[in-house]
């Protein structure tokens, strides 16, 4: 048996015939030894490289000897692209990993219903369609976050973190009182980050139906997200929010709060394998994004970390199950995807720093029910497409001096002549 073989970059294949080794739709009982080949297209990156995919499969193929794992790298198209046009050709692999469901891409893929680790993994019930399961992930990429300066909290007596926007405004005001520069934000897509970090706790946390209630026209904008914006604007007007953060780049940002020179820095989770990755850096705490005061459980943003689904179009798809439930539940396989992103899941540990730790007890603390998608959102829970870059020019705006009342009229506008 040919063991940790990678295909060829599809990037480099074309669409007609691409008769790729391995691919879904082929039957291996003649090829290797009589192995069932298994192809996977996967997410290549600085940290995920072949190499490593190779290595995580290993222990499976050990324990079963009669499946070939082979990794698919989709190039520098990335796999979001690569999949459509692999579809088209008639060459799916049997499993793609790193792409959510959405209503378009459903019908290509298997209902893991029938699954227990699918329907009780990680946000499962978040990304589930029409009450059907087609992806199971090993953990949370938590996005309602507010990464804090211990430094800066202590020079500005802030002894407690803040567990509501009134006391995380009031301790704004502490921090700039000390000198500090109260909140890190940039340009790109950052601009917006802070500003769902402000809002969803909140609007979620009192309405976990707004996804819905905001594309069906039966919510506006206005009404549900104008007290967040309000307080953004204030939060800009009182020097709070730099007016010239949107110049700066994300890895400026980064670096700016990683080096002490701000003290409150909204990001995801991810930005926890950079701190702990960093020679120098200040000493850094994290709380998850506070809603307003009365909120009894504030919604939290978060993603699904590394989803995996098995195409229709498989022929292997009883082996390539086999291979998605030790992706997603082998306690050494999880901890390493885990980790290698910096993703969090209750109950699968690795070697972290106090940081870390922090983030994993927020998310040991937080019910299921709580989870919300960020931006556009996903599974049943969505926008109208463009929300994403719509509410990110409007924080842009604000920033740069357009009025709350502005913002909040020309989201609505935007809602409007989107949904028709």
């Not at 809603?291 to 292997?316: Q, R, T, W």
């Amino acid at each position: 048996m040919i063991k940790h073989r990678t295909l060829a970059s599809v990037g480099t294949l074309t669409v007609a015939a691409l008769a790729l080794t391995g691919c879904a739709g082929s039957d291996d009982d003649g090829g290797s030894g009589g192995t069932t080949e298994v192809s996977m297209l996967v997410n290549v990156t600085p940290n995920l490289t072949e190499e490593y995919w190779n290595e995580l499969v290993k222990p499976f193929e050990d324990a079963n000897p009669d499946i070939d794992v082979v990794v698919q790298n989709p190039g520098a198209e990335g796999v979001a692209a690569a999949l459509p046009r692999l579809l088209t050709a008639g060459d799916a692999p049997d499993v793609v990993q790193s792409l959510p469901p959405t209503t378009d891409l459903a019908p290509e893929l298997v209902d893991l219903s029938q699954y227990d680790w699918a329907t009780s993994g990680p946000l499962a019930d978040q990304y589930s369609i029409d009450g059907k399961y087609y992806m199971a992930g090993i953990g949370f990429q938590l996005q309602s976050l507010f990464f804090y300066n211990k430094t800066a909290f202590e020079e500005a007596g802030i002894t407690e973190t803040p567990t509501t926007v009134e006391e995380l405004t009031a301790a704004l005001g502490k921090l700039k009182d000390a000198g500090w520069t109260p909140l890190q934000t940039g340009g790109d897509w950052m601009t917006s980050h802070s500003l769902q970090a402000l809002g969803l706790p909140s609007i979620v946390g009192q309405d976990p139906e707004w996804f819905a209630h905001m594309s069906s026209g039966e919510a506006t904008f206005s009404d549900t997200y104008g007290d967040a914006v309000a307080t953004y604007a204030d939060w800009v007007a009182k020097g709070y929010v730099p007016k010239d953060a949107l110049g700066i780049k994300y890895p400026d940002a980064e670096q700016a709060f990683l080096s002490g020179k701000s003290a409150i820095y909204p990001m995801g989770s991810w930005f926890a394998g950079t701190e702990a990755k960093a020679e120098e850096k200040a000493e850094i705490g994290v709380f998850r994004a506070p809603a307003v005061d009365g909120v009894a459980s504030p919604a939290m943003g978060a993603n699904i970390a590394s989803p995996y689904s098995i195409l229709k179009a498989s022929e292997n798809q009883d082996a390539a199950a086999k291979l998605v439930e030790f992706l997603v539940t082998d306690q050494d396989a999880v901890a390493s995807q885990l980790e290698v992103d910096g993703n969090f899941r209750d109950g699968y540990e690795y070697e972290m720093d106090d940081l870390g730790k922090e983030l994993l007890q927020i998310v040991a603390d937080t019910p299921a029910e709580a989870y919300t998608p960020t931006g556009q959102g996903y599974g049943e829970r969505t926008l109208p497409a463009g929300y994403s870059d719509e509410i990110n020019a409007q924080t842009q705006a604000l920033i740069g001096g357009t009025s709350a009342d502005k913002v909040d009229s020309a989201m609505d506008d935007w809602f409007a002549a989107t949904i028709g």
